[in-house]
């Protein structure tokens, strides 16, 4: 206090605050009050890293080749070296273009991040050189003076030296709902404790204070949790992984088989450099250059699917994250619950009512007709100082915007439903005095006029809680008669309380008193503070037990969760009996298992006597997870299916997410305050909450769930497992024609027949017909109920696994690549190049300077009309794969149903595949046929059906497999041929 | 986001890769058991050959559909190509560039060149009958020996002064050599609407004098008699007529580019693309 004097000038109360010059030079010293973002990677190295990802570094590497080839060439004075350049110059257009395709969604994604971080400037009232003023927030430094109220964001962490009424929300940093007060006392040595501290970036919610800036920026409590958040690692989401993966076999297989074949050619006497060309026609037709760009496309529609149902995806690869999750932890408050108190039991004529707790409700149906019940609403209503804030009559009541706390407002909102009106009915009986509640007394009263104007009574009612009313009480109303309060009554009402208060519900007791019209006339002065009035031997009315009730939509999802094989496991600050009892309602704690606790009740012996592994579920305290060791939270975490922890801080939910993830489980965690953000940082994918989340927690997360809904999250879970479905089926899609592009370069190489396609033409089938159907698989439904299956095992469920490759490569790829050598073969043939005459006649076909070969009917061709009939077979062997490609699609729509049952037309996306495919083909083929650069010729009509048969062929084949893996599950053929 | 950290040593990459091989828990080579890889590859035994089976029978019945005289179609030969012997090439194409008085220069023309009407002597062209008519040789049946149809005889001595019987070294010391146009077959085809078809060369740029020239046959034609050919089985022994080009007055020590066209109704010589079609364009250097 000592070294601040100066800055209050010579009157305390007077603070005159730093002057603009010295905070200037704080400002210099510190830098702005405001969080450093997370260090983000400058756009240029995120473009270039998209340039050299996945098959990239492959393509450059054809390309180069091409160009080395080229320079080669250029240099003999080969008359064709130009068609090298032109197609390097093709390959690298390729990368460029796929590239700044997956730099532009990338960006796209982020940005529906960065609006959301956007935030208004926050303003913050200063004392300056002995003066008030608005400055930004951010030009705060300690030292600072300022001034907040209710309402106010805290705008650094403050030391206050004045107080008046102030109560701050700390749940953005501690999950602690309740409303803290503040005062200038200093009371604790830790400073999250002490009462004379406001954090930044929480709220004052009533009140007024002034204070002093002790930390600013990333030295606030606010910005050492962040800057934890950002120390924990960002690894690769488990699509990343299984991309690579997959990346990497495709890769494997192009590189092995270039550098074989390439050992083939130049120890079959062909040229280095004819070689090199071969090898870089061996890369092209092995890299599925438009997959990645599919792929990407994919995971954004499901984003954007997912954003109509109110999962907004800020990572695109998050989206798969979240089908694959095996463990979810769970906030309570907020997530599973409506994060209201809503009235949920009632006790009255010694009986027990349940109160309808929906989102939505518009009456309750419990026995209205007692007159216990008329005492007791009047009660209710009276004794309550909440409000509605005006004009707000059209609005449903449950939404309306009540001035009072949490319990008061669940207490008017329950009167408004049953009786209508409760402003009203507080008009008509005018309050004459009050005692508001408060944590000595434990109770809150006032008196009123009765609305019976025959009634000259004054009624003095009374809530509180129970046992402190009951204290207070010498009767009971059953049945609206007054009746001593006996022994027995007592015990019944202790009884209600306890079994109230174990399902976790905050219980409140209700009493009235009719003031005699002697003793207490009309004209009598109620003073509270003599209390000039009885405050005991009242009638105890009834009891209400309050709880944050679950949303509706919860105990459904988590049942659905765990059908799917997910775990949902409870994380939260609350309390554990409130914590266990909101689980047993929505199902993430069953009806019928027990805790170790239950069990030990139930057979009366010690807790540790009972065999641990009969227990289902579990309650976690913070306290007892405090003392325990890895080894321990893992035991718990094996052996118990259903497990709630309670009381858990923030470093605990790292603690218990880090323990899930040693299961090799995939965790995603839900969150929303700042205290979260290192866990869902942690996860593999982090929830926050859109509505109640803060800044920080949305920050950390990868998905932001809009409605707070956990019901939200299964959704979301569904649409990930069914992209991962439909990426294995559009994989599988683009591999399989990669074989029947393979084929003809081998075959070229080891039989010398004319090239059956060229490498731009391969170009054309991977960026061009093939583009639109693998996007559509993404549109597929569903197989059957995925939600019934286990997620899968991050490990060992790949999305390319050995079967798909396998079945793709060798055996729908080589059905097509045959389809597609009968069609060349066809061409070739009926144009007078008989199939016998081909073989070996690579080099005299190539030699341009033969301009009399003989066909196998004695005809002589130019080089130019070989090379013409050569563009021919091309695009024969194009629409061929294209027309298979058809089959392909189709065939692809199931893995495992048939495609009857599956339906031909439900999904109308694969037929604008289709239709886009064909169209493409006859466009390239009739419409560019001219165009002698691009290699495509105007081909016969007959020449699209030759590989007809085989199309079919490729169906057939794929139902007979479906049919026999249907029949005979776990067969040798259901593991050899299910992808 | 997740801590899914897959880094390994070098170490446990090999070892993990040795159990890959070889898995001597489960007795699983290279991922499966010996069983198991005995059933997969008998099934892709199988599936091969009935894969091998359909496309064998898929060309079969290809083969079988198609006419063993004629091609269904000629869509890529409307126009017949046209080439020169010698043919020897350059840099730049067709060259003919030599030293008369330097036989090393041009013997491999003339070799070249005899080895090419070889084909052409009485001997060779026995089989062929003679023809005078001055029609296309339209036959309907097949009336030769072995169900073929008759061809007609071209002899190298049509090419009188050109064919190099009397001058067996084509007048390239002398420096005016003969050169041999070639027309390429095609089944069927018509040249010339019932004229002749016949051959002219012309000197690209005519910064020189214009090219004094002798043809052989007269007239430098391609007779009718030749036409239609009907196909390597029907006509086993058919050899193309030739034109034979004397170029008489060659500037020494000039590149002269010659472009020797075949004219005639249905051939065409203004592809962009096909240097060949109907044409054919050499360069000629003679030194002394």
């Known amino acids: 206090m000592e070294s601040l004097s100066p800055m209050f000038g010579p009157d305390l109360n007077f ?149 008046q009424g102030c109560k701050v929300d700390n749940s953005s940093l501690t999950g602690e709902s309740e409303p803290q007060s503040r005062s200038c006392d200093f009371t604790h040595e830790n400073p999250l404790e002490t009462k004379n501290i406001a954090f930044y970036s929480t709220t004052c919610l009533e009140g007024t204070a002034t204070g002093m800036v002790i930390n600013t920026g990333d030295q606030t409590i606010i910005g050492r949790i962040a800057s934890l958040a950002s120390g924990v690692g960002n690894e690769k989401t488990p699509i990343a992984i299984e991309i690579e993966h997959f990346v990497h076999i495709v890769a494997g297989v192009a590189v092995s088989i270039g550098v074989l074949f390439f050992i083939i050619a130049v120890s079959m006497k062909y040229k280095v450099l004819d070689s090199i060309i071969f090898l870089i026609g061996i890369i092209v037709a092995n890299v599925p250059e438009g997959l990645l760009a599919t792929v990407t496309v994919s995971l954004s529609l499901t984003a954007k699917r997912m954003a109509k149902k109110n999962c907004l995806v800020k990572n695109l690869e998050a989206v798969e994250t979240l089908g694959s999750t095996s463990i979810i932890c769970s906030d309570k408050t907020g997530t599973l619950t409506q994060n209201r108190m809503t009235v949920a039991h009632l006790w009255f004529d010694d009986q027990i009512y349940s109160a309808d707790t929906s989102e939505e409700q518009t009456t309750q149906s419990f026995d209205q007709s007692s007159q216990s019940w008329a005492a007791l609403s009047k009660v209710v209503t009276l004794c309550n100082r909440a409000e509605f804030k005006p004009g707000q009559e059209n609005v449903p009541i449950m939404k309306r915007v009540v001035v009072g706390d949490a319990s008061e407002t669940a207490l008017l909102k329950f009167a408004e439903v049953i009786l209508g009106d409760v ?557 | 986001m997740a801590a899914l950290n897959e880094k390994k040593t070098c170490s446990q990459r090999m070892e993990n890769f040795k159990r890959f091989v070889w898995n001597p828990d489960t007795g699983q080579l290279m991922g499966r058991t010996l069983i198991n890889w005995v059933w997969i590859s008998l099934y892709y035994v199988a599936f091969y050959i009935v894969m091998t089976g359909l496309f064998s029978l898929a060309i079969y019945s290809l083969m079988r559909t198609l006419n063993p005289y004629t091609p269904d179609y000629q869509d890529r030969l409307k126009s017949p190509g046209v080439t020169l012997r010698p043919d020897v090439y350059g840099e730049g194409g067709l060259e003919i560039y030599y030293n008369a008085s330097d036989k090393n220069s041009w013997e491999k023309y003339v070799t070249t060149l005899h080895k090419f009407l070889s084909a052409y002597n009485t001997t060779a062209q026995h089989a062929n009958i003679n023809c005078t008519s001055e029609k296309y040789f339209f036959q309907k049946s097949f009336l030769g020996p072995n169900k073929t149809k008759y061809s007609c005889k071209f002899t190298s001595d049509m090419l009188e002064n050109c064919s190099g019987l009397a001058n067996s070294t084509f007048g390239f010391p002398e420096g005016q050599p003969c050169l041999i146009i070639k027309m390429n077959r095609i089944i069927n085809f018509l040249p010339g609407n019932g004229t002749a078809p016949r051959v002219s060369c012309t000197a690209q740029h005519d910064d020189f004098s214009p090219l004094e020239l002798q043809y052989y046959p007269v007239n430098g034609t391609f007779n009718l008699h030749y036409f239609p050919y009907y196909g390597k089985k029907a006509q086993p022994t058919y050899s193309n007529p030739l034109v034979a080009v004397k170029f008489l007055n060659i500037t020494r020590n000039a590149e002269v580019t010659v472009v020797c066209r075949v004219i005639g109704t249905g051939i065409t010589s203004d592809n962009p693309h096909d240097p060949y079609e109907g044409k054919v364009e050499f360069k000629m250097r003679i030194q002394d």
């Open chain 1, 15 to 163: 603070p005159r605050g730093l002057t603009s010059a010295r905070a200037a030079e704080i400002l210099a010293r510190d830098g702005p009050n405001a969080l450093t973002p997370p260090k983000s990677t400058p756009e240029i190295i995120k473009f270039l890293k998209q340039m050299v990802g996945g098959f990239s570094i492959l393509l450059w590497v054809g390309a180069l080749l091409c160009w080395i080839a080229f320079g080669i060439q250029v240099a003999q004075g080969v008359a064709s070296a130009f068609d090298n350049l032109y197609l390097g110059v093709v390959l690298a257009l390729v990368v460029i273009l796929t590239g700044i395709f997956a730099y532009y969604q990338e960006a796209k994604s982020t940005n529906i991040m960065a609006s959301f971080s956007k935030m208004i400037p926050q303003q913050a009232l200063v004392i300056r050189d002995g003066e008030k003023r608005e400055v930004s927030a951010e030009q705060l430094v300690v030292g600072d003076m300022v001034e907040i109220k209710g309402g106010d964001r805290i705008p650094a962490d403050i030391r206050l030296i004045f107080a």
């Open chain 1, 423 to 979: 402003m009203g009915i507080r008009k008509r009986n005018r309050k004459l005095a009050e005692i508001p509640f408060n944590s000595t007394n434990k109770f809150q009263l006032s008196i009123h006029e009765t609305e019976d104007p025959n009634d000259k009574r004054f009624l003095m009612v009374m809530k509180g809680a129970p046992e402190r009313i009951l204290e207070r009480c010498s009767t009971i109303m059953i049945n609206g008669e007054e009746q001593p309060l006996d022994r027995e009554r007592a015990e019944a009402f202790q009884t209600a309380y306890m079994e109230l208060g174990g399902l976790g519900e905050r219980v409140l007791g209700f009493c009235h008193l009719y003031l005699p019209e002697d003793e207490f006339p009309d004209t009598y002065p109620f003073d509270t503070d003599s209390m000039n009035f009885p405050t005991s031997n009242l009638c105890f009315v009834g009891l209400l037990s309050m709880i944050d009730p679950p949303r509706s939509t919860v105990p459904d999802a988590v049942s659905k969760c765990r059908s799917a094989g997910i775990k949902v496991i409870m994380v939260t600050g609350d309390h554990p009996i409130t914590a266990k009892a909101i689980a047993k309602s929505v199902g993430i704690i069953s009806a019928n298992s027990e805790t170790v606790e239950d069990i030990a009740k139930r057979l009366n012996v010690p807790v540790e006597q009972v065999n641990k592994e009969d227990a289902r579920a579990a309650v976690i305290n913070g306290m007892e997870l405090k003392d325990m060791t890895t080894e321990q939270l893992d035991e718990i975490l094996i052996n118990h299916s259903e497990i709630v922890f309670a009381r858990t801080s923030p470093q605990q939910k790292l603690i218990i997410v880090e323990g899930c993830q040693r299961q090799d489980a995939v965790v995603a965690v839900t969150g929303d305050g700042v205290n979260d953000s290192p866990a869902l940082k942690k996860a593999d994918i982090g929830i926050a909450m859109g509505i109640a989340g803060s800044d920080a927690a949305k920050n950390a997360a990868d998905m932001i769930l809009l409605d707070d809904n956990f019901a939200s999250i299964v959704t979301g879970v569904e649409e990930g497992r069914l992209i991962f479905d439909n990426l294995k089926k559009t994989i599988a899609y683009t591999l399989t024609k990669n074989i029947a592009e393979l084929c003809p370069f081998l075959i070229y190489i080891i039989a010398s027949v004319p090239l059956p396609i060229g490498t731009i033409t391969i170009l054309f089938i991977d960026l061009g017909t093939d583009i639109i159907p693998s996007v559509a698989l993404a549109y597929e439904k569903a197989e059957s109920d995925i939600m019934n299956r286990r997620p899968r095992h991050k490990k060992k469920d790949r999305l390319v696994n050995e079967q798909l490759a396998v079945y793709s490569y060798l055996q729908i790829g080589i059905i097509q690549s045959i389809g597609a050598f009968l069609a060349y073969f066809t061409v070739y043939a009926e144009q007078g190049w008989l199939p016998n005459t081909l073989l070996g006649l690579r080099v005299n076909w190539e030699d341009d300077y033969y301009n009399d070969i003989e066909d196998s009917y004695g005809q002589e061709w130019t080089r130019y009309q070989r090379t013409y009939l050569q563009w021919t077979g091309y695009t024969a062997f194009f629409v061929s794969i294209t027309i298979q490609q058809v089959a392909d699609l189709i065939i692809r729509k199931t893995r495992r149903n048939s495609i009857f049952q599956q339906g031909l037309l439900r999904n109308k996306v694969i037929w604008v595949g289709i239709v886009s495919q064909i169209a493409i083909a006859l466009i390239l083929s009739y419409g560019l046929g001219s165009v002698t650069a691009l290699n495509f010729t105007p081909l016969r009509v007959q020449y699209w059906f030759v590989a007809m048969p085989y199309a079919i062929l490729i169906w057939v084949y794929d139902e007979i497999r479906k049919l026999f893996i249907r029949q005979y599950p776990g067969s040798w053929w259901d593991k050899n041929m299910y992808y």
